[in-house]
């Protein structure tokens, strides 16, 4: 597997521990993104914000979750055979994980360059493939991670603190 991480120079061992906590999260969010299902796709992304929102999370980084998560979301509907999502809401910090069943990415720098992407025909047709969603993702998060390989299963997790 090949790994990606976008985090602050001098933040590695602090963030990764993030990405693995020990202690449960307060509350957890699980929904299923199924494959070209754009009707549905995006619906756990707003479920998360407007949850958020009642919490009483700062509109900014509300805003910044929704970008990243709802990026992620469509690209498990667009890219993957299908996948999930599961959101893990600390008093701090919101670690959303999208985990997918392939068929992977065989090259993750390549897929962060502004511009690049494989979308289909159908995908397009939807109004997708402008290949800036995953640098979208890098821009509005705290940290990133992104595991995959060819013909493998994805993960793609972020971190975004409330304050
Ligand atoms: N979960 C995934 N599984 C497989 N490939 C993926 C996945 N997510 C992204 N990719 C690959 O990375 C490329 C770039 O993704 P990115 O989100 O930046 O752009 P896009 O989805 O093609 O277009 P846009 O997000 O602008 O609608 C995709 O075209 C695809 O090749
Ligand atoms: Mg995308």
């Known amino acids: 597997m090949a790994d990606y991480w976008n985090i602050a120079p001098g933040m590695e061992n602090a963030l990764k521990e993030c990405f693995s906590r020990e202690v449960e999260a307060d509350v957890t969010l699980e929904f299923v993104i ?3 299902d754009f009707n549905n796709a995006g619906k756990g992304s707003s479920e998360v914000k407007n949850l958020l929102k009642r919490l009483g999370v700062d509109s900014e980084i509300l805003r ?4 990243a ?6 690209n498990v509907a667009a890219h993957s055979v299908g996948g ?3 959101s893990l809401i ?3 910090m919101i ?3 999208f985990e997918d069943n392939g068929p992977g990415i065989a090259d993750i720098k390549q897929a962060m360059v502004p511009g690049y992407s494989t979308a289909d ?3 397009r047709e939807f109004g997708f493939g402008a290949g800036l969603g995953l640098p979208n993702i890098e821009k509005n998060s705290d940290a990133l991670h992104i ?3 060819a013909g493998q299963a994805t993960l793609v997790e972020f971190l975004i603190f409330f304050s």
């Open 147 to 149: 595991s995959s390989e």
């Open 64 to 67: 910044r979750i929704a970008v």
């Open 121 to 123: 025909d159908l995908v």
């Open 69 to 74: 998560s709802y990026e992620a979301e469509i």
């Open 34 to 36: 199924p494959e070209k």
């Open 90 to 92: 600390y008093d701090d």
């Open 95 to 97: 670690h959303i994980k």
């Open 84 to 86: 999930k999502m599961t």
